[in-house]
């Protein structure tokens, strides 16, 4: 039986084929297009899964779309008539909705009478906890999905149970950490759709002197004695303006309207910072005191799961979930001891949410599937790299093109990174999610201190306070960071060991974290055996990882990896077995 599941018209449009159960594929559709966040209807990314499968539009028995127009039907008709602009906008999206067959057949240029699929509309967070609970290691789980906005509401929480999910409540909007987050990033200068990291990373750089100030943006919900929070609502707009985002078509990035109402400067005693004004202590401080406040009311809800529950494994998706440094201290701070986050955390995932919520919660199959490792993207075959290495300018002199057997390539691969060359490493499937987890990642010596600045200002070209992310093996978790859960998709943050720090201070942060990526043999066996070799030269088995691009969406093609190389100053870059140096 052949699930398909699309999130179209919304940020990270994507889709995601389940094939019996299995995960067969799954990827963004900005891999393709190669624009950013890219919203509209996802036919590249369909085709993509289709193609894997080896089946077309006529071999699919179930359609899911993780957006349900009539959820939250009443608080949906209170805003729209307060707010007809934002009804305008939304009736627009539905209206596109309604029409996903039509639009699947017209993207493949198919007779829509051929399309025998079953269509399922899944509610946004209900897409997102099945995206987390069902392809987890967990046969019980507490879940929690937590973003921005999706079908109107902002957080939803769950008892997950073998092939059922319970759902136990949910927050409406106006209500939203993930609105909290990206209201006070706009206050902080950073406009861009996505730059809730930037602030993160931010607030390690400063103290949390404004938290009681936060505590007044974002409050703990006591009301009935139910567990949640609730926004300040005189800070912020969206409730009476309505979130502007505008999910336009596909070849557009999502962008933002303005959140955050006069009275936030007025609290935190500043005027907004324009972005291209210099960042001062406060604007670190304010950054430190957002996430604390995100921290004490995140991890006071994931406590009171837990004693609602009774669950030791906690189920995490949503924008929120990103936030790694909140999640790493899940198991210190709350009595959960084990957590799993689904990769592509944020509105990507819900292709594979809603298509597995189809195959267990609607049709009550058992579960038979883990998605245990990131690699669901497209692959490209030798034969495809050598020809686009011949179509791009590497072969036209001024750089060396060798093909090595597997344990020269990795012997060499490492010795290069050990002198610290930046290394672009193109292997295998692409990774699904926004982190880059060995497949598709520019790999450097994390024992280099100038590391971080190298590689900003050569390649990157991003803000110097954002952190750059280790890559361990996962069986010396232990002996490098106070924590040792494995973290396979770079969604936990832990402590580096004191001891450890100045062994590889290019991807430790200001804070003394890491947000790392733990590798096994199981989950990349070549990754795993190159940051092997590179312990053999140098007696760490840590790299710095970060995706492979530069302010754009991380390649998918080879021909995208040859032009980054070459666009970028990287000294080195193995495609496949394929290893292209400078001369
Ligand atoms: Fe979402």
Known sequence: MNILGINAYHGNASAALVCDGKLVAAVEEER???????????????????????????????????????????????????????????????SKFTGIPAALAWAFDSDPAKIKAAFHRVEHHQA?????????????????????????????????????????GAIAFPHSLGLYYSAVTQYLGFLKFGDEYK?????????????????????????????????????????????????????????????????MPRLLKAPARQPQEPLEQRHRDMASSLQARLEEVYLGMLSKLAAQTGAKAI?????????????????????????????????????????YFVWHQILGKPRSFVLDHPYWGPEYSTAEMQTAIQAS??????????????E?????????????????????????????????????????PEMKEILNRRIKHREIFRPFAPSILAEKTGEWFEKSYPSPFMNLAYAVRAEKRDKIPAPTHVDGTGRLQTVTREANPRYHALIREFEKQTGV???????????????????????????????????????????
Not at 54 to 69: F, K, M, Q
Not at 131 to 143: G, R, T
């Open 32 to 94: 393709f297009n190669r624009v950013k966040y890219a919203a509209g209807f996802p036919a590249a990314a369909i085709r993509y899964c289709l193609k894997e499968a080896g089946i077309t539009l006529a071999d699919l028995d179930h359609v899911a779309v993780p957006r349900n127009p009539y959820a939250r039907l009443g608080t949906k008709l209170f805003y729209a008539l307060r707010m007809p602009s934002f009804a305008r906008e939304r009736a627009r999206v539905i």
């Open 128 to 168: 997102h906890l099945a995206s987390a609970f069902f392809v987890s290691p967990f046969e019980h789980a507490a879940l929690l999905s937590a973003d921005g906005l999706g079908d109107f509401a902002s957080s939803m929480w769950s008892l997950g149970s073998g092939s059922r999910m319970r759902i136990d």
């Open 199 to 263: 602030v993160m990373g931010l607030a390690a750089y400063g103290q949390p002197a404004y938290l009681e100030a936060f505590r007044d943006i974002l409050r703990f919900n006591n009301n009935g004695g139910d567990f949640g929070f609730k926004l300040g609502l005189d800070y912020f707009t969206h409730h009476k303006t309505g979130p502007e985002m505008s999910w336009a078509e596909s070849d557009q990035t999502p962008t933002l309207g303005k959140m955050f109402s006069e009275a």
């Open 315 to 355: 189920c995490l998706a949503g924008g929120v979930a990103f936030n790694c440094v909140a999640n790493g201290k899940i198991f210190d701070a709350t009595p959960f001891d084990q957590v799993y986050v689904h990769p592509a955390a944020g509105d990507a995932g819900l292709a594979v949410g809603a298509a």
């Open 393 to 406: 300018a590497v072969s036209r002199g001024g750089h060396s093109i060798e093909e090595l057997p597997e």
């Open 408 to 448: 020269e390539l990795l012997h060499r691969t490492a010795a290069i990174i050990a002198e610290g060359k930046i290394l672009g490493w193109y292997q295998g499937r692409a990774e699904w999610g926004p982190r880059a987890l060995g497949n598709r990642s520019i790999v450097a010596d994390p024992r280099r």
């Open 541 to 583: 088995p840590v790299v710095l990882n970060t995706s492979f691009n530069d302010n754009e969406p991380i390649v998918c093609r080879p021909e995208e990896a040859l032009d980054c190389y070459l666009r970028t100053q990287m000294d080195a870059l193995v495609l496949g077995n394929f290893v292209i140096t400078r001369q």
